[in-house]
């Protein structure tokens, strides 16, 4: 069964440090745009950042820039995306997203151009 797993998450204090992995099952990554969201606690689901299936583009929300870092290794059959001097702001679940088609390249990115979603890693940020 195809599937994307996420882990890396956890609870980090202000200023912190983590990153996530999205590893790919039952397929192979390469061919694949992929995406990273976010949804916290009674917020709505909201694009954090992409990138293409060669790792040759990418883009973030304004929220994140700076501060995250996507990047693959299709080697590994695994998207990474390294976050860095973390904010409460940014405890939520976290989910990668696989998509075989061509994305628009929107900024953020958009939930409905990713057909495969992982079930999600909670990270919080507190003190």
């Known amino acids: 069964q195809l599937q994307l797993v996420e882990s890396g998450g956890g609870l980090v204090q202000p200023g912190g440090s983590l990153r996530l992995s999205c590893a790919a099952s039952?397929?192979?990554?390469?061919?694949?745009?992929i995406g990273w969201f976010r949804q916290a606690p009674g917020k709505e689901r909201e694009g954090v950042s992409c990138?293409?299936?060669?790792?040759?583009?990418?883009n973030y929300a304004d929220s994140v820039k700076g501060r995250f870092t996507i990047s693959r290794d299709n080697a590994k059959n695994t998207v990474y995306l390294q976050m860095n001097s973390l904010k409460p702001e940014d405890t939520a679940v976290y989910y990668c997203?696989?998509?075989?088609?061509?994305?628009?390249?929107?900024?953020?990115?958009?939930?409905?151009?990713?057909?495969?979603w992982g079930q999600g890693t909670q990270v919080t940020v507190s003190s």
């Open positions: 990138i293409s299936s060669s790792g040759g583009s990418t």
């Open positions: 039952g397929f192979a990554l390469d061919y694949y745009a």
């Open positions: 997203a696989a998509s075989y088609q061509p994305i628009g390249w929107y900024v953020p990115p958009i939930w409905d151009e990713y057909e495969l």
